[in-house]
């Protein structure tokens, strides 16, 4: 009776998660989806390609999700490197990214080339183009899944024929995107920016079965601020984001603020101050974000978050959705010292 009712409890979670959250599941089983957008530049715009101060940056990105509803949860891991190669108007980056989702490790590795060319309008505002193209290949193991035809009434028996006669095959496919980014100094206390991308401008086809499906169009429309206060200690980060493929939709808002250490280098000027960033975001219909960031002397940044799952699936989430994790280095060459007279 007790084995019988706990695999009426993982059934009903799992009917749960396929028919209340087809935006989440459905569209990012296709392209991933990461919480702290602003800490996965080239996944968000390939023209943000070596947009920071600095001569070179790695970035890390991990995120664990609906551990509550499948013990096969959903982990995304992507990993990028982007630097300026030519007098900082010239950028490449690349970025590799694997996606593995539910008991059927529903997968993607995708890796990318994204160049990008920056012109300064005026003394405050510039502007950047960026083009992104790789490879991905989409995998499938069914050797974990259950099948109706395996329930004897009581128990689960996998040694029992699942019926099914065509089992997906892998694939790969060519993809082809890119962006604009804009940026402006507005005065010493205000800074702004915004950007749109749009990814696999060729729809690559999309199908475990060789049809003819092909993977949507996705549109990216993204902004954020810095405005220092008085107390020039705190900095607050209001930023935004919206995707938007084919039927599917997400609206992201939030702000983070940023306090200010006060680490200056007395003397030499050399290092910066270390920061720490805390706030939240909100995702519509879905989740609320909690945000914390430390940041070390503007090289190195560790970012944890956690959703709230806030959607019609917390009936079997109970509001757990995910953590996430986020690490960035970012390199500076020596400055070259002035010779003596």
């Not at 992507?78 to 980056?93: H, L, M, P």
Request: glycine share 8%; with cysteine; proline share 3%.
């Amino acid at each position: 009776m007790n084995n019988t009712k706990k695999i009426l409890q993982k059934n009903i979670r799992s009917f749960l998660v396929i028919l209340s959250v087809p935006v989440n599941f459905f569209c990012y089983s296709q392209d991933i989806h990461f919480s702290q957008y602003f800490a996965s530049p080239l996944s968000l715009n390939p023209a943000l390609a070596g947009q920071y101060e600095g001569d070179f940056r790695f970035m890390t990105n991990y995120k664990n999700q609906w551990m509550a509803v499948s013990k096969n949860s959903f982990k995304t891991f992507a990993a990028s490197a982007d630097a300026a190669i030519y007098k900082k108007k010239i950028f490449a980056g690349l970025s590799f990214f694997n996606d593995k989702a539910g008991d059927a490790k529903m997968g993607t590795n995708a890796i990318h080339l994204s160049l990008a060319s920056k012109i300064s309008l005026n003394d405050n505002n510039s502007l950047v183009a960026g083009i992104q193209t790789g490879w991905a290949q989409r995998s499938v193991d069914i050797n974990g899944v259950t099948w109706d035809s395996q329930f004897d009434g009581k128990i689960f028996d996998n040694t029992l024929p699942s019926g099914e006669t065509e089992f997906p095959a892998n694939y790969s496919y060519f993809d082809i995107s890119s962006g604009v980014y804009w940026k402006c100094n507005v005065n010493n206390n205000v800074i702004v920016d915004a950007g749109v991308a749009a990814f696999h401008l060729n729809s690559p086809k999309q199908s475990y079965y060789g049809n003819g499906d092909r993977l949507h169009p996705k549109l990216a429309f993204h902004g954020s601020s810095e405005i220092k206060t008085q107390n020039k200690n705190y900095t607050y980060v209001p930023s935004f984001m919206i995707l938007t493929q084919g039927a599917t939709n997400e609206f992201n808002l939030g702000m983070m603020v940023r306090y200010n250490l006060g680490m200056d280098s007395k003397y030499t000027g050399i290092n910066v101050s270390s920061n720490i960033f805390f706030g939240a975001y909100y995702r519509i219909k879905d989740a609320a974000i909690l945000c914390f960031q430390y940041e070390y002397k503007n090289t190195f940044a560790l970012g944890i978050s956690y959703d709230i799952n806030l959607s019609k699936l917390r009936t079997a989430s109970y509001f757990r959705g995910g953590g996430e994790i986020s690490l960035s280095y970012k390199l500076f060459r020596p400055q070259k010292s002035m010779p003596r007279i």
